[in-house]
C-alpha cells in the first residue's frame, strides 16, 4: 500500500485530531508542558529501544535514557509552552507492520526561567517516527526521534512569526547563537 500525506499548517484543532498520529503528539505536547517533572512511565511515550537524536549531536537509546535527559533539560523552567506550525504526516501503516508514521513538525517554544516572567522563544523541528507500542498512550510510541534548533534553518512562517514577537517584546531572548539566529530570521522574513 501506498503511503499517505497529511499537511497542515496551524497548531493542532479539530481537524489535527483526526490524525492518530497527530493526537498522539497533541496529548504528548500537553502531557509534558503540564508537568516538567515527567511524572509518568518512562515507556508511555518513547520505546524501550527509541533513538532520540539531539541537534547537539549527542544521541540517547532507550525511553528511561531520553527522560533522564529531558529532566535535566526542563531543570532550569518554570513552565515550557509549545505552539505548533506545519505538521507533515507521511502514514506508512500497513496490514503487515501496523500503525507506522513519521510526522515532520515545526514549533515555537517559549521557556520561562525560574523567577522570570518572560519567556524565551526558540525555533525547533522535530522529525517523529511513531510505531504501535504495547505500554503506550494510545497503544502508540516513539521509536525514534530528531530535534532540531539552533542549527536548523527556521522556516519562513517561524521567520515572520519571531519578528512579530520581538516587535511586541523587546526583551525576546533567543536560545542558541543569538546573532547568528537574528540574523538568519531576518534574512528569511524578508525574503518571504
Known sequence: MAPTVFRYKGDF???????????????????????????????????????FFDTTNVTYIGAKDIKTWMLKLFSPFDRVALEALTFLVIDDTSDKDGFDCT???????????????????????FVFRIKEGKSGFD???????????????????????????????????????TDLVKSEIRKRAASV
Open 103 to 125: 510526522v515532520y513538525t515545526e514549533w515555537m517554544v517559549a521557556y520561562y526561567l525560574k523567577d522570570d516572567p518572560n519567556p524565551i522563544f526558540a525555533p525547533r523541528m
Open 13 to 51: 484543532d479539530a481537524h489535527t485530531r483526526d490524525n492518530r498520529a497527530l493526537r498522539f503528539i497533541e496529548a504528548y505536547a500537553n502531557n509534558i508542558v503540564s508537568d516538567l517533572t515527567l511524572s509518568y512511565p518512562d515507556t508511555l511515550w518513547y520505546s524501550p529501544d527509541c533513538v
Open 139 to 177: 497503544g502508540l510510541q516513539y521509536v525514534d526521534v530528531k530535534l532540531y534548533c539552533k542549527s536548523c534553518k527556521p522556516c519562513s512562517r517561524i521567520s515572520i512569526h519571531v519578528i512579530y514577537l520581538e516587535e511586541r517584546n523587546p526583551n525576546l531572548q533567543y536560545l542558541g547563537d
